[in-house]
């Protein structure tokens, strides 16, 4: 079965500054990886996605992530990042059987703060 | 955009109750899951649910569990006997085709508290 690992539950950064939320993720096969965020009481929004091709995906927000079999990651990026960046981020990864309806796995979401 | 609906957004309930739980995914959309997020922990797969029946589900999804499509726009996920550990955020998810070929839009979930 397939799981997601994110080794950082909390992480502060200046305002400005560059991010970078680590993902890792364990799948037998090619894995559809993805990144959502959730602000406070609001839903999961989807930012970037990886299904094949280009190993670095470009998302809303300025955010992008890099897949990297070798290693089995896909880091999510922002090269500055704006106080409403503040939120809990989640990596996850899907499958699809070809029957359909295959559910997510998420991790467990890094906490991500700000700090002016 | 459009969106996913889900109601109520706060459902409180005494332990061995039922709660059913209600949502509107987009309307051109075949499949429909339902996933849960316990206070501190990650968001877990609960069941999707595509023509009409249960495609895929999980150990968290048991008898106490079921969903439905009563009509050609609700998907409800009922609880027939809450406890305690019940208490979670549920979000309900809703996609045009299979998870692997498009994303998933997210309701912005029911926080479902069982005192």
């Known amino acids: 079965a397939q799981s997601v690992t994110q080794p950082d539950i909390h992480i502060t950064v200046s305002e400005g500054a560059s991010l970078e939320l680590r993902c890792n993720y364990s799948?037998?096969?090619?894995?559809?990886l993805f990144w959502y965020v959730q602000s406070p009481g609001q839903g999961l929004q989807l930012l970037l996605k990886?299904?094949?091709?280009?190993?670095l995906v470009q998302g809303i927000k300025g955010f992008e992530a890099e897949f990297k079999r070798s290693q089995s990651s896909f880091n999510l990026r922002k090269p500055s990042v704006h106080w409403s960046d503040a939120a809990e981020y989640f990596c996850?990864?899907?499958?699809?059987?070809?029957?359909?309806?295959?559910?997510?796995?998420f991790g467990k979401g890094t906490h991500l703060i700000i700090q002016p | 955009e459009p969106e996913v609906t889900q109601t109520p957004s706060h459902q409180v309930t005494q332990m061995g109750q039922e709660v059913i739980l209600r949502c509107v995914p987009i309307?051109?959309?075949?499949?429909f899951y339902w996933y849960r997020q316990i206070l501190g922990q990650k968001v877990e797969f609960l069941v999707s649910f595509y023509n009409n029946e249960i495609s895929e589900k999980s150990e968290i999804f048991d008898d106490q569990f079921s969903v439905e499509r009563p009509d050609g726009s609700n998907f409800t996920l009922k609880i027939r006997s809450t406890k305690l550990e019940d208490s979670a955020m549920y979000f309900c998810?809703?996609?045009?085709?299979?998870?692997?070929?498009?994303?998933?839009?997210f309701g912005s979930g029911t926080q479902l508290s069982v005192l």
């Open positions: 990886y299904f094949s091709g280009d190993t």
């Open positions: 799948y037998g096969a090619t894995p559809y």
């Open positions: 996850a990864v899907g499958t699809y059987s070809g029957g359909g309806a295959d559910g997510l796995t």
């Open positions: 309307s051109n959309h075949l499949y």
């Open positions: 998810a809703s996609s045009p085709t299979g998870v692997g070929n498009e994303k998933l839009f």
